[in-house]
């Protein structure tokens, strides 16, 4: 009995360890991907402009504007130790400036692992990002390992909200793959889909294997993974909303797949 609780445990913690491993390149920035944008509800933001462009003062308005406050050091540090790792100064409670390092690097964190702190800053006109915390968060996004499931945009079928970013995580068994299927889409329309967007990413994160960009009200096609992992993003800019999604997603077993491609 003992040993099969050893096992569980130690299969447990490669699957923990597999995933804080996701490591990706973005924008010349390391990152552990697979928990970039929600980990207990601690959260990272830039400006619009890009990075380093916040004063503390709209860093706080940042955090505000989405219903959240400025992280306080332990919530980054609770964040942290489920592996948030981000290679971004950025402003969190009290006027303290920081990041969160799981894995050492020579570029990031002077090769420590911890709150990189830059400490209580005096001067709070400094530009810098931001760390925002809000645990409520979570109606957009998450892992999904569900073999089947809806999923929808935040406030559906109400209009989305402005101003969102949602990464929804799919991951099923090894072997398997996730077949996507719209079933409802409308999201404001432009040229290049610059304003809102949902992305599909054929991969862990929102790094490798981008897969299409998505606005407008024409369902997008089905989409089959290459593997049994996959991610979807969505962005709503700070005007105009529209209907919003919903899709549904099925865990398809390669095998079939295949089966079906030869015999044709
Ligand atoms: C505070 O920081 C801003 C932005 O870096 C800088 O322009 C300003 O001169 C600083 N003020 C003081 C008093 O050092
Ligand atoms: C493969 O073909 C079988 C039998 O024709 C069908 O029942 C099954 O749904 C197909 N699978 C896929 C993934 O298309
Ligand atoms: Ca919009």
Known sequence: MIAVHIII?????????????????????LHNSIW??????????????????????????????????????????AARQIGFH??????????????PIVKAGANCGFGKVGIVNYGY???????????????????CGGVHTDQEKVLQSPGYPDEYPDEQICYWHIRLRYGQKIRLHFLDFDVEDDTDCLSDYLEI????DDISGFAGRYCGDELPEEFISTGNVMTLKFRS????????????????????????????
């Open 237 to 264: 800019d700070s005007s105009v909303s529209a209907g919003g999604f919903q899709l549904h997603y099925i865990a398809v077993d390669s095998s079939e797949l295949s089966n079906n491609e030869t015999s044709t």
């Open 9 to 29: 445990v130690v299969f447990a913690l490669g699957l923990i360890l597999k995933e804080t491993q996701a490591w990706g390149y973005k924008n010349g920035i």
């Open 36 to 77: 970039l944008e929600q980990a207990a509800g601690v959260y990272h933001r830039e400006s619009r402009k890009g990075r380093y462009q916040l004063t503390y003062k709209e860093a706080k308005a940042v955090c505000a504007y989405e219903g959240g406050t400025l992280a306080t050091y332990d919530q980054l540090e």
């Open 201 to 204: 990413y054929d991969s862990y």
């Open 86 to 99: 981000v290679c971004a100064a950025g402003w969190f409670a009290k006027g303290r400036v920081g990041y």
């Open 121 to 139: 800053r005096l001067n709070k006109s400094e530009r810098w990002d931001v760390y925002c915390y809000n645990p409520n968060s979570k109606e």
